[in-house]
């Protein structure tokens, strides 16, 4: 595998990892009041996109890493419309 | 330009745009404590190596959208720090 492909995938993989620990976070805490709603809405939406970008494609590692984070978009909508 | 390009500069767009609302947000209400310190960690560390990958593929797109969202990250950590 070539170097620009190594990268490419790492930066990938490490994506699907971003809203983790604020997943997380927020679950613990039960707290989210410090939180964008919009943020996550418009992530939620952009993976959506990409996705859809993903399958016209027909490119895997596109749609899995984007279902990951589109998951975890909802995740924290739904955190931030419980916990407030 | 075919719709796959075109969704593609959709995604690619809105993605650079994610983290504003939060950025926004926390610098008004100066308080981070909900905010996963974390989260935007990853993210920069993420973007630095999207943006190596757009050099490496000499693609002004990933570079200029993921430069965005580096500084966006970086504001996001600076507030972080500063506003607990």
Known sequence: MAFVDIVG???GAITSLT???QV???WKERSARDISLMM???AWINEVLWILYGVLLDN???I???SIVL???SV???FKLRYK
Do not use: E, Q
């Open 9 to 11: 995938y790492s930066a």
């Open 24 to 26: 997380i976070k927020t």
């Open 64 to 66: 899995l890493t984007n």
């Open 19 to 21: 809203f983790l620990p």
């Open 60 to 62: 895997w590692v596109i």
């Open 40 to 42: 996550f809405v418009i």
């Open 76 to 78: 924290m909508i739904w």
């Open 71 to 73: 998951s975890m978009s």
